[in-house]
């Protein structure tokens, strides 16, 4: 079973336990002695249940299990017990009809709602709180279990205390009383520390991932990492103007939306450039009043050229400009996109593609096309685009995926090569066919192909997008029936051929864990049910503190039932595993990984691009509700504040 699958059975069991016990509770309260004893049974089998999910969890990873290992079983372990203990024995009196008489103790149906409170009360830490289990959050849960059983207790006592004589009135009262004000008196305090320690305590500034902290390095300002003025020998200057403007953009389905827009377009005019020239973009922003920036996304610029909004340069608000300029080092594809808003901004259409080339290509392809696939509120930007190569020609197709989720590419009608992935070379590509291909949102992936003597359709999410035709008017034939929804994915981390890489990953400097997840968290200065890393939204995640030359290595754990596409600005990271199994493939350079629901991924960098960068979700919107921090290098800092990569502010 998947880990993503133990975690839903894990809540399903959590949940459906405490409707045992509650309804256990109110049967019993009720006097239907032979259903409650039932359910009592019922609800002790679930919490078993419970008990066997969360060690299966615990078995996948500490991360996965920990809030419930040390706190949320334990005390579902004890309320159970009690409640069995308490209630079972009368229950199962009255039932073989060695007892009559009902509700009149009413102990036993307060032990079976406390059982179903502690219940409850784990799911709600792990839905709520997750990992890690803090002090405050333990002390608010227990504190939160008691104060409801004390007020159960009450509320069942008191009409009988108010009732007719009981001879056992007297001296049981008494000791109900000390027991509800020794209760009472537990159930405030833990619960008042704990809520005065959460509000007390501050997050960490940084971490350091075993390695130094900061040494108090002179610093170096972020405004100073500036990309080089002259091209590279050989190279050349490209200068490239972007404006940014609302314009309507008309979708291939013929509708118009309300789009941002570089130069009244989406995507954006493509930013080419051979190996070695020098970029020059000047940025201007005519009316877009949130601002915006362009963040050049995969591509290792200094990090002051990076356009993240309040970290390596100011928003560009309308009328204002900035200039960009780095050297064109990397071949591949890549693409830029706003890096303020951006949750906003991208989505409505403020990006474009960037394509570097070889200086000398070996194989130099002779139909080189790009894909940029985007989803405007209208629809896709990319559907039927036509191609014509003639058979035996070299295709090679970059795929970009701009959007905010993964999207699935079968490339039908021939077989095919993935050449690269987020714009590096893989090792040795074998041909593949019948196979799709997922890209996490902003993913890239090269296919290059020989034209067959038929048409090759390009499905994305199981529609044909792009067509590549031998004759303009050849028939779609057999690439337009094939069941590509059926097809198995492409696995990267078992495809082309391994290579040795010079990166120290066994003996890390440093080692940082990632654990994604859902929770209330404070983001932006405000509490939310936010996306979180490590239980903390932005800007409370702790920075991540690098040394220059440093080998990092990340584990990242998706704890959460949705998808992380993980983004690290200004490095690319080689995959070493996911879940335990090594990658042994062509060394996998990526710079954003899908981190499906229950998936752990190890991965390392070299720290070689000083700077303070973003590490964050690349679905935007995850970023947005606090799924964002920094990778922050030592002595480095940075002039600019007040906003970051996706904004405070929303368009009004
Ligand atoms: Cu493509 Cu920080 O993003
Ligand atoms: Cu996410």
């Known amino acids: 079973m998947t880990t993503a699958a133990l975690t839903v059975l894990d809540h399903a069991w959590a949940l459906l336990a405490a409707v045992g016990w509650l309804a256990a509770a109110v049967t019993t309260l009720r006097g239907y002695a032979r259903v409650a004893l039932t359910l009592l049974v019922a609800a002790l089998a679930l919490t078993v249940g419970k008990a066997v999910s969360v060690a299966l969890l615990a078995g996948r990873g500490w991360w996965f299990a920990q809030e419930k290992v040390l706190l949320g079983m334990p005390l579902l372990a004890v309320a159970a017990v009690i409640a069995v203990a308490v209630a079972g024995p009368p229950l199962y009196a009255r039932v073989t009809g060695a007892s009559g008489r009902a509700g009149d103790r009413p102990t ?8 179903g409170y502690a219940a ?25 279990v008691l104060a409801a059983v004390l007020l159960t207790a009450r509320s ?10 009981n001879p056992d009135a007297g001296p049981s009262l008494s000791r109900r009383g000390f027991l509800g004000v020794a209760g009472g008196v537990a159930a405030v305090g833990a619960t008042g520390t704990g809520v005065g320690l959460t509000l007390l305590s501050s997050a960490p500034k940084h971490t350091a991932g075993g390695g130094p902290g900061p040494s108090g390095a002179s610093p170096v300002s972020v405004a100073d990492l500036r990309g080089p003025d002259t091209p590279a020998p050989g190279g050349v200057r490209r200068a490239y103007e972007l404006t940014a403007r609302k314009a309507a953009v008309r979708l291939p389905s013929g509708q118009d939306v309300d789009a941002w827009t570089f130069e009244g377009v989406a995507p954006g005019p493509q930013i080419t450039a051979t190996q070695g020239d020098l970029v020059e973009v000047t940025l201007a922003n005519h009316d877009i009043d949130e601002g915006v920036t362009l963040h050049w996304h995969g591509y290792d610029v200094p990090c002051g050229e990076d356009g993240v909004a309040g970290l390596s340069q100011p928003k ?28 906003v901004g991208v989505r409505r259409g403020l990006y474009g593609v960037l394509v570097v080339t070889p200086r000398a290509d070996p194989q130099p392809a002779d139909l080189d096309v790009v894909v940029p696939v985007h989803t405007f509120n209208g629809g896709p930007a990319v559907a039927g685009v036509e191609h014509v190569a003639p058979a035996g020609a070299t295709v090679r197709m970059r795929l970009v995926n701009t959007d905010s989720d993964p999207r699935r590419f079968a490339l039908a009608g021939t077989g095919f090569r993935v050449v690269a992935v987020d714009g590096r070379d893989l090792q040795g590509p074998g041909e593949t066919s019948r196979t799709a291909l997922r890209v996490a949102a902003g993913g890239r992936r090269d296919l290059v192909f020989a034209m067959p003597e038929t048409p090759v359709a390009l499905f994305v999410d199981g529609v044909a997008a792009v067509w590549v035709r031998p004759r303009p008017d050849a028939p779609d034939g057999e690439a337009a029936t094939q069941d590509t929804a059926g097809w198995p994915e492409l696995d990267l981390l078992t495809y082309g051929t391994s290579a040795p890489v010079p990166l120290r990953t066994a003996t890390p400097d440093r080692h940082f864990t990632l654990v994604l997840d859902r929770g209330v968290a404070m983001v932006d200065g405000r509490p939310a049910f936010a996306q979180t890393v490590n239980g903390r939204g932005h800007p409370s995640i702790p920075d991540q503190i690098v040394t220059e030359g440093d080998v990092v290595r990340f584990t990242v754990v998706n704890r959460s039932l949705e998808t992380h596409p993980w983004h690290l600005h200004g490095h690319p990271v080689l995959i070493l595993s996911r879940d335990g199994k090594p990658a042994e493939g062509s060394p996998l350079w990526m710079d954003t990984f899908d981190v499906r629901p229950g998936e752990v991924w190890e991965v390392a960098f070299q720290a070689n691009n000083p700077g303070i960068w973003m590490n964050h979700c690349h679905n935007l919107p995850h970023a947005e509700q606090g799924m964002m921090l920094h990778l922050r290098y030592d002595g480095v800092s940075t002039p600019f504040h007040g906003s970051h990569a996706a904004g405070h502010r929303h368009p009004s």
């Open 108 to 115: 036993g149906v307060v032990a079976l709602f406390g059982a």
């Open 120 to 144: 409850l009360a784990g799911f709600g830490l792990t839905y709520l709180a997750g990992y890690p289990l803090t002090l405050p959050v333990a002390l608010i849960t227990v504190g939160l």
């Open 316 to 343: 560009v608000n309308p009328g204002a400009t900035f200039d960009y300029r780095f050297r064109a080092d990397q071949v591949g594809t890549y693409w830029y996109h706003t890096h303020h808003v951006s949750h």
């Open 156 to 165: 069942l006592a008191a009409p009988l205390e108010a009732g007719e004589a």
